[in-house]
């Protein structure tokens, strides 16, 4: 992600979280992300809700493109960061929104993976991950899949793990 090149760390756990509430907000489903060069592009089914009647209820599904540029990113991470310093409950992990709590730890794994380049999509809760990662050999696109329990199990733990690796007096 250019707007992180130079800096110790891409941090894909908070750009990814901030995407992810931003899903959450449009109500999107079966996403998929590709990262381009300034930024990424986002596509899911969204439901377009119908008239007033009953059998028009359920409303239409339509495919929903969206671009984010880094510009974009640091705005949506700032205002996530408000967000959650906010004396909320809504303020809370455990209250995110699906998106915003899975891809905050499929973000760390990926800042864990240091790739080059991000590819995933989501089906009825599981990911499918496709990195290009550098190897000895050159780069190599690498397949990782979390299911929708691991997925579930993950977010579960985060906070533990938030808790376990801050500094002596730190806020988690």
Same mark, same amino acid.
């Given at each position: 992600?250019?707007?992180?090149? /130079?800096?110790?760390?891409?941090?894909?756990?908070?750009?990814?979280?901030?995407?992810?509430?931003?899903?959450?907000?449009? /109500?999107?489903?079966?996403?998929?992300?590709?990262?381009? $060069?300034?930024?990424?592009?986002?596509?899911?089914?969204?439901?377009?809700?119908?008239?007033?009647?009953?059998?028009?209820?359920?409303?239409?599904? !339509?495919?929903?493109?969206?671009?984010?540029?880094?510009?974009?990113?640091?705005?949506?991470?700032?205002?996530?960061?408000?967000?959650?310093?906010?004396?909320? $409950?809504?303020?809370?992990?455990?209250?995110?929104?699906?998106?915003?709590?899975?891809?905050?730890?499929? /973000? !760390?794994?990926?800042?864990?993976?240091?790739?080059?380049?991000?590819?995933?999509?989501?089906?009825? %809760?599981?990911?499918?991950?496709?990195?290009?990662?550098?190897?000895?050999? %050159?780069?190599? !696109?690498?397949?990782?899949?979390?299911?929708?329990?691991?997925?579930?199990?993950?977010?579960?733990?985060?906070?533990?793990?938030?808790?376990?690796?801050?500094? $002596? %007096?730190?806020?988690?």
């Amino acid at each position: 992600m250019r707007i992180y090149e /130079g800096s110790p760390r891409q941090d894909f756990e908070e750009v990814l979280r901030s995407i992810g509430a931003i899903l959450d907000q449009r /109500g999107l489903r079966e996403v998929s992300l590709t990262e381009i $060069p300034d930024g990424f592009i986002v596509q899911g089914l969204a439901v377009e809700q119908a008239g007033s009647t009953w059998s028009e209820s359920y409303g239409q599904q !339509h495919k929903e493109t969206l671009t984010f540029v880094d510009d974009d990113i640091a705005r949506f991470m700032e205002e996530g960061i408000a967000r959650r310093e906010q004396p909320t $409950p809504v303020a809370s992990f455990g209250n995110a929104g699906g998106y915003e709590a899975a891809l905050r730890v499929i /973000g !760390h794994y990926i800042d864990g993976q240091r790739p080059r380049d991000v590819f995933f999509f989501e089906q009825e %809760g599981a990911y499918v991950l496709r990195l290009l990662t550098a190897t000895q050999a %050159g780069a190599k !696109h690498v397949l990782v899949e979390f299911t929708r329990d691991e997925i579930v199990q993950l977010a579960a733990q985060a906070p533990a793990g938030r808790a376990s690796n801050a500094a $002596p %007096g730190a806020a988690g």
